[in-house]
């Protein structure tokens, strides 16, 4: 520890010297990728198709930063954020990632010194679901936008749009071994419970499908949480009765699927269901099991363009 | 908000003044029940029964604190852990509560103002488990510990010692609905499926039981982790081959289980397994099911002593 | 391992069994204090006096199960609460505990066998504040609510509410220090830092604040917020211009308070405030320093009643 | 909500069906970039320059998955570091990235269908430091490792190896704000208070230095330590007595830096220290303050490699 000592110590100011320490010329000249405040929470007002709601993002902002500058001016990312979460109260964004492209767009105006800005979000949204018989529940869902800004004349923004949702997955692996177990022990049964599915390991499956684009691209939040739900062997559902569970849980084992499944099964849908989506979009998509007979997690991912999915 | 103004303050400082600033009067006459620091990481090691571990608990320690007090001498405490750490180098610890108890009598011997000390830790920990085949895998199980020492003449010292362990729950509930609706629909099939467990949903369950005891009553947390283990629906495995896991799967549903029927279970085995724990023996048993069908979990709880449990 | 055979099993059913699961009697006669469902997170909107804000709680709900019941019927549960939830949409409740206190009471409605209930809830929660110049900031703070009722002619209730408070603290020890060293050091000096505040150590702490009281008290949790921030060496603002960040950071130096001192001052400001409360309230007041200086935190803790604070 | 039904369903399977799931051929055609187990975590010994330490891991293993394949058989990768942590029993790592890199080897050899493969892991890690008057303390750090393997004749693999450092990081320019205000409020000041640090905000500051290297370089993660601890504006320390922690404040204040600066000044350290570094080594270096003064935190990062850092 090399501890301070005050014997001597002369602080150097020049008496005219630049009070804005940010502009300081820094030791060493290294460019800075990303400088910027994180964890950042604000309500948002957002306008839905189905109507106005409030989201509770927590919020990331980053500008880059050129070698002559000693820092970032910190307080005018939260200003910009604070003006578009005002300015949200009185002109709803339509979406998260509609936020971050404001937000994006808004850091290169007042930095002016950097060429390159990003704006990135996550929040809970909730959703009404039918569990059964007439009754309904609101479900929750994940939103995931980011927004990147690059100065070029004109700025050129691309945005992320995506979305996690949490459902069930069902082992189909375990259920053939279940099968195989019972057929060798009680053959008997072998005949009957190859007409039904089997009991099997199931758990809480995280899918995430996550898609970057050109700003002027619009997608659907709404729509990419129902294609994910619809890959997983069953949504889950916070209010189920008795026979409703009963059935959700013949759902989940009448479609068994390993994470592997859930993942090319959602990119599946998106080659089938956004065809317009131009080569370069990137394609994120992951599925995560947080498997009942483990205690660790079985996970799959494929990282990816449109283009590439499609050749 | 009120800004400071530098204009006109003046420090009152008594040249003379105690530079002991906790031993300074501190404004109002209020007692404190728990002045300590948190969250201090450190390894320890632990002389087990099968050989020596070391393991990495996160560790909280507190005193009382008079009235007459300003501030406690917080870097005590870390004193007192850091020797007690040190210590368990040449003279290994025998359990974490047997580390919580050394760390309790020193808490009172070195805050001599103190009445009242506490010190509680939380380690993974690690057993070796059958997998299958012959084949073994290091399971990981939670320890969790706490002492308080009473100064009184001799000081009294209760402990505290506890497990959570992360096994299976399968739901009787829905496994039943689902043979219901089996029966109802496919009645030719009513005979065999009543033969062998049907599907249902299983989950990741953590089930904690946690004894306090006096000073000299020895509990080994190795039994304590068995003890809960067994009471689960099945055990969770890191490492299972192909049949393994259709066993286990099947061992889950052959046993289905609500948290509160794990709760009473494990209730059940404490009073059977130690029938010579003081009626004073504080017991706390819970059950926490991360259900794979919604997003939310169960939860099943009894606060209890020995004495209550066993009338 | 004990692994599950399917050789011989026969899975016993009478024909006439109930098919209600949960009422099935129990292995073994143990009542259980608490079984519930925790971790629902669900937007609720609440009437404040400064308008309608929506909260995102993450709520918990638990009753009591006699012995001679297998299992609680957890959907009842969620469904009291999306009742709860769904009611606030057409029917603001006008806090988290008054939620709180609506579902407590209609747990026990639904679940006739249970003696006592309880709901609990932490919500984010957003008050503008000024940051200098007139200019504003939505700074975030936390709200703890819950419920318990008791079935007694008529059912009784007791309500806590809470707030948690990011704050910052500055150290009164090491600024003493400081002065020390430098008026050794650079006795010259000794006069002028005499007039200032020192620099210190200084950090996030996070004060909270809660009070159980009967079901007919009210208290409002912007009061207590205000309470417990005029308590901390200053506030955490998002947003500060250049001069007030110095200006913010000169106050909190004016105002140097150990966790031990903000715990007192918090106590002390509910007594003068608060006179009414009566002798029975629950007051548990807490302050925990993430020490800049450490990797550890420092904490203060005073658990108590309104009578005993007095007398 | 899709409900299943299980009226006339018929599991269709072939007598001669392959039993093992996972080679069965998926629906689509879709390689998966990465598949594997998350969240594991086991004890590893390691064999320090200092004598043999054990670090508790949380490891992700991974191998990507060609399209023709429905399932990565995931038990493969448990068994894989089961053998590698057993086989760390008998003949310890030398460090995390050692043991990161035998499992990637591993993960190779075990997944024939595989061209690549991944193993990650992050550990707490404890140095012993001095923290005045000749006392010491064991200091927490955070280790980071991965490796990734690549099949190539022969296999390549290339190691990450990261530490994350928790240090203080005190605000220059607050310090400035806080001179000028005094200067202009108490001119009589002004003169003393230029020849010593001023007070500022201060906080806990996560710094983390990650480098990417082929496998044959070898860097001692100690050293990396010492680099980004050398960089903050002091370390924290968990034991310090009264001088010494008044003494670390003024170290601190006497060295006061922005997120931007410490991200600059290991830059800086990085490229005089390891002047041997090929030119395509992947340098990665993050600081991310805790504001005393915020809720939210200032972050800075680079994300580079060494011959663009010397370009």
């Known amino acids: 520890m090399t501890q301070a000592s005050l014997r001597g110590r002369v602080i150097s100011r020049s008496v005219a010297r630049d009070t804005d320490v940010q502009a300081w010329e820094p030791k060493g000249r290294y460019r800075l990728t990303r400088v910027g405040v994180t964890n950042l929470v604000k309500p948002v007002r957002v306008r839905r198709p189905s109507g106005e709601v409030v989201l509770q993002p927590v919020i990331d902002v980053f500008v880059d930063l050129p070698p002559e500058l000693k820092g970032s001016h910190l307080s005018r990312n939260v ?12 002109d709803p964004v339509t979406s998260l990632e509609d936020l971050c492209q404001r937000l994006a767009r808004q850091l290169l105006v007042r930095h002016e010194y950097a060429s390159w800005s990003q704006a990135q979000a996550r929040a809970d949204y909730f959703l009404e679901r039918e569990v059964g018989n007439g009754r309904t529940s609101l479900e929750r869902y994940r939103l995931i936008a980011r927004a990147q800004a690059h100065r070029e004349d004109p700025i050129r923004v691309r945005k992320l749009i995506g979305v996690e949702v949490v459902g069930i997955s069902a082992c189909p692996c375990a259920m053939e071994g279940v099968r195989e177990i019972i057929s ?19 758990q809480r499956n995280v899918a995430t499908l996550m898609l970057e684009v050109p700003e002027d691209v619009e ?17 889950t559902k916070e209010l189920l009765k008795r026979e409703d569970e009963a059935r959700l849980v013949i759902q989940a084992h009448s479609n068994p699927k390993f994470v592997e499944d859930i993942v090319r099964d959602i990119l599946d849908a998106v080659v089938r269901q956004y065809p317009d989506l131009p080569d370069d979009t990137s394609v994120i998509v992951r599925s995560e099991s947080k498997e009942s007979i483990h205690k660790h997690n079985a996970f799959a991912e494929r990282v990816t363009t449109m283009g590439e999915l499609r050749s």
Chains 1, 2, 3, 4 share one sequence.
């Open 79 to 90: 200003e910009v954020l604070g003006e578009g979460v005002d300015l949200s109260l009185r």
């Open 184 to 202: 060798k022990e009680r053959p008997e049964l072998s005949g009957p419970i190859d007409q039904i599915p089997m009991m099997s390991h199931n």
């Open 219 to 235: 997608l659907e939040a709404n729509d990419l949480i129902d294609l994910v739900e619809g890959q997983l062997s069953a949504p």
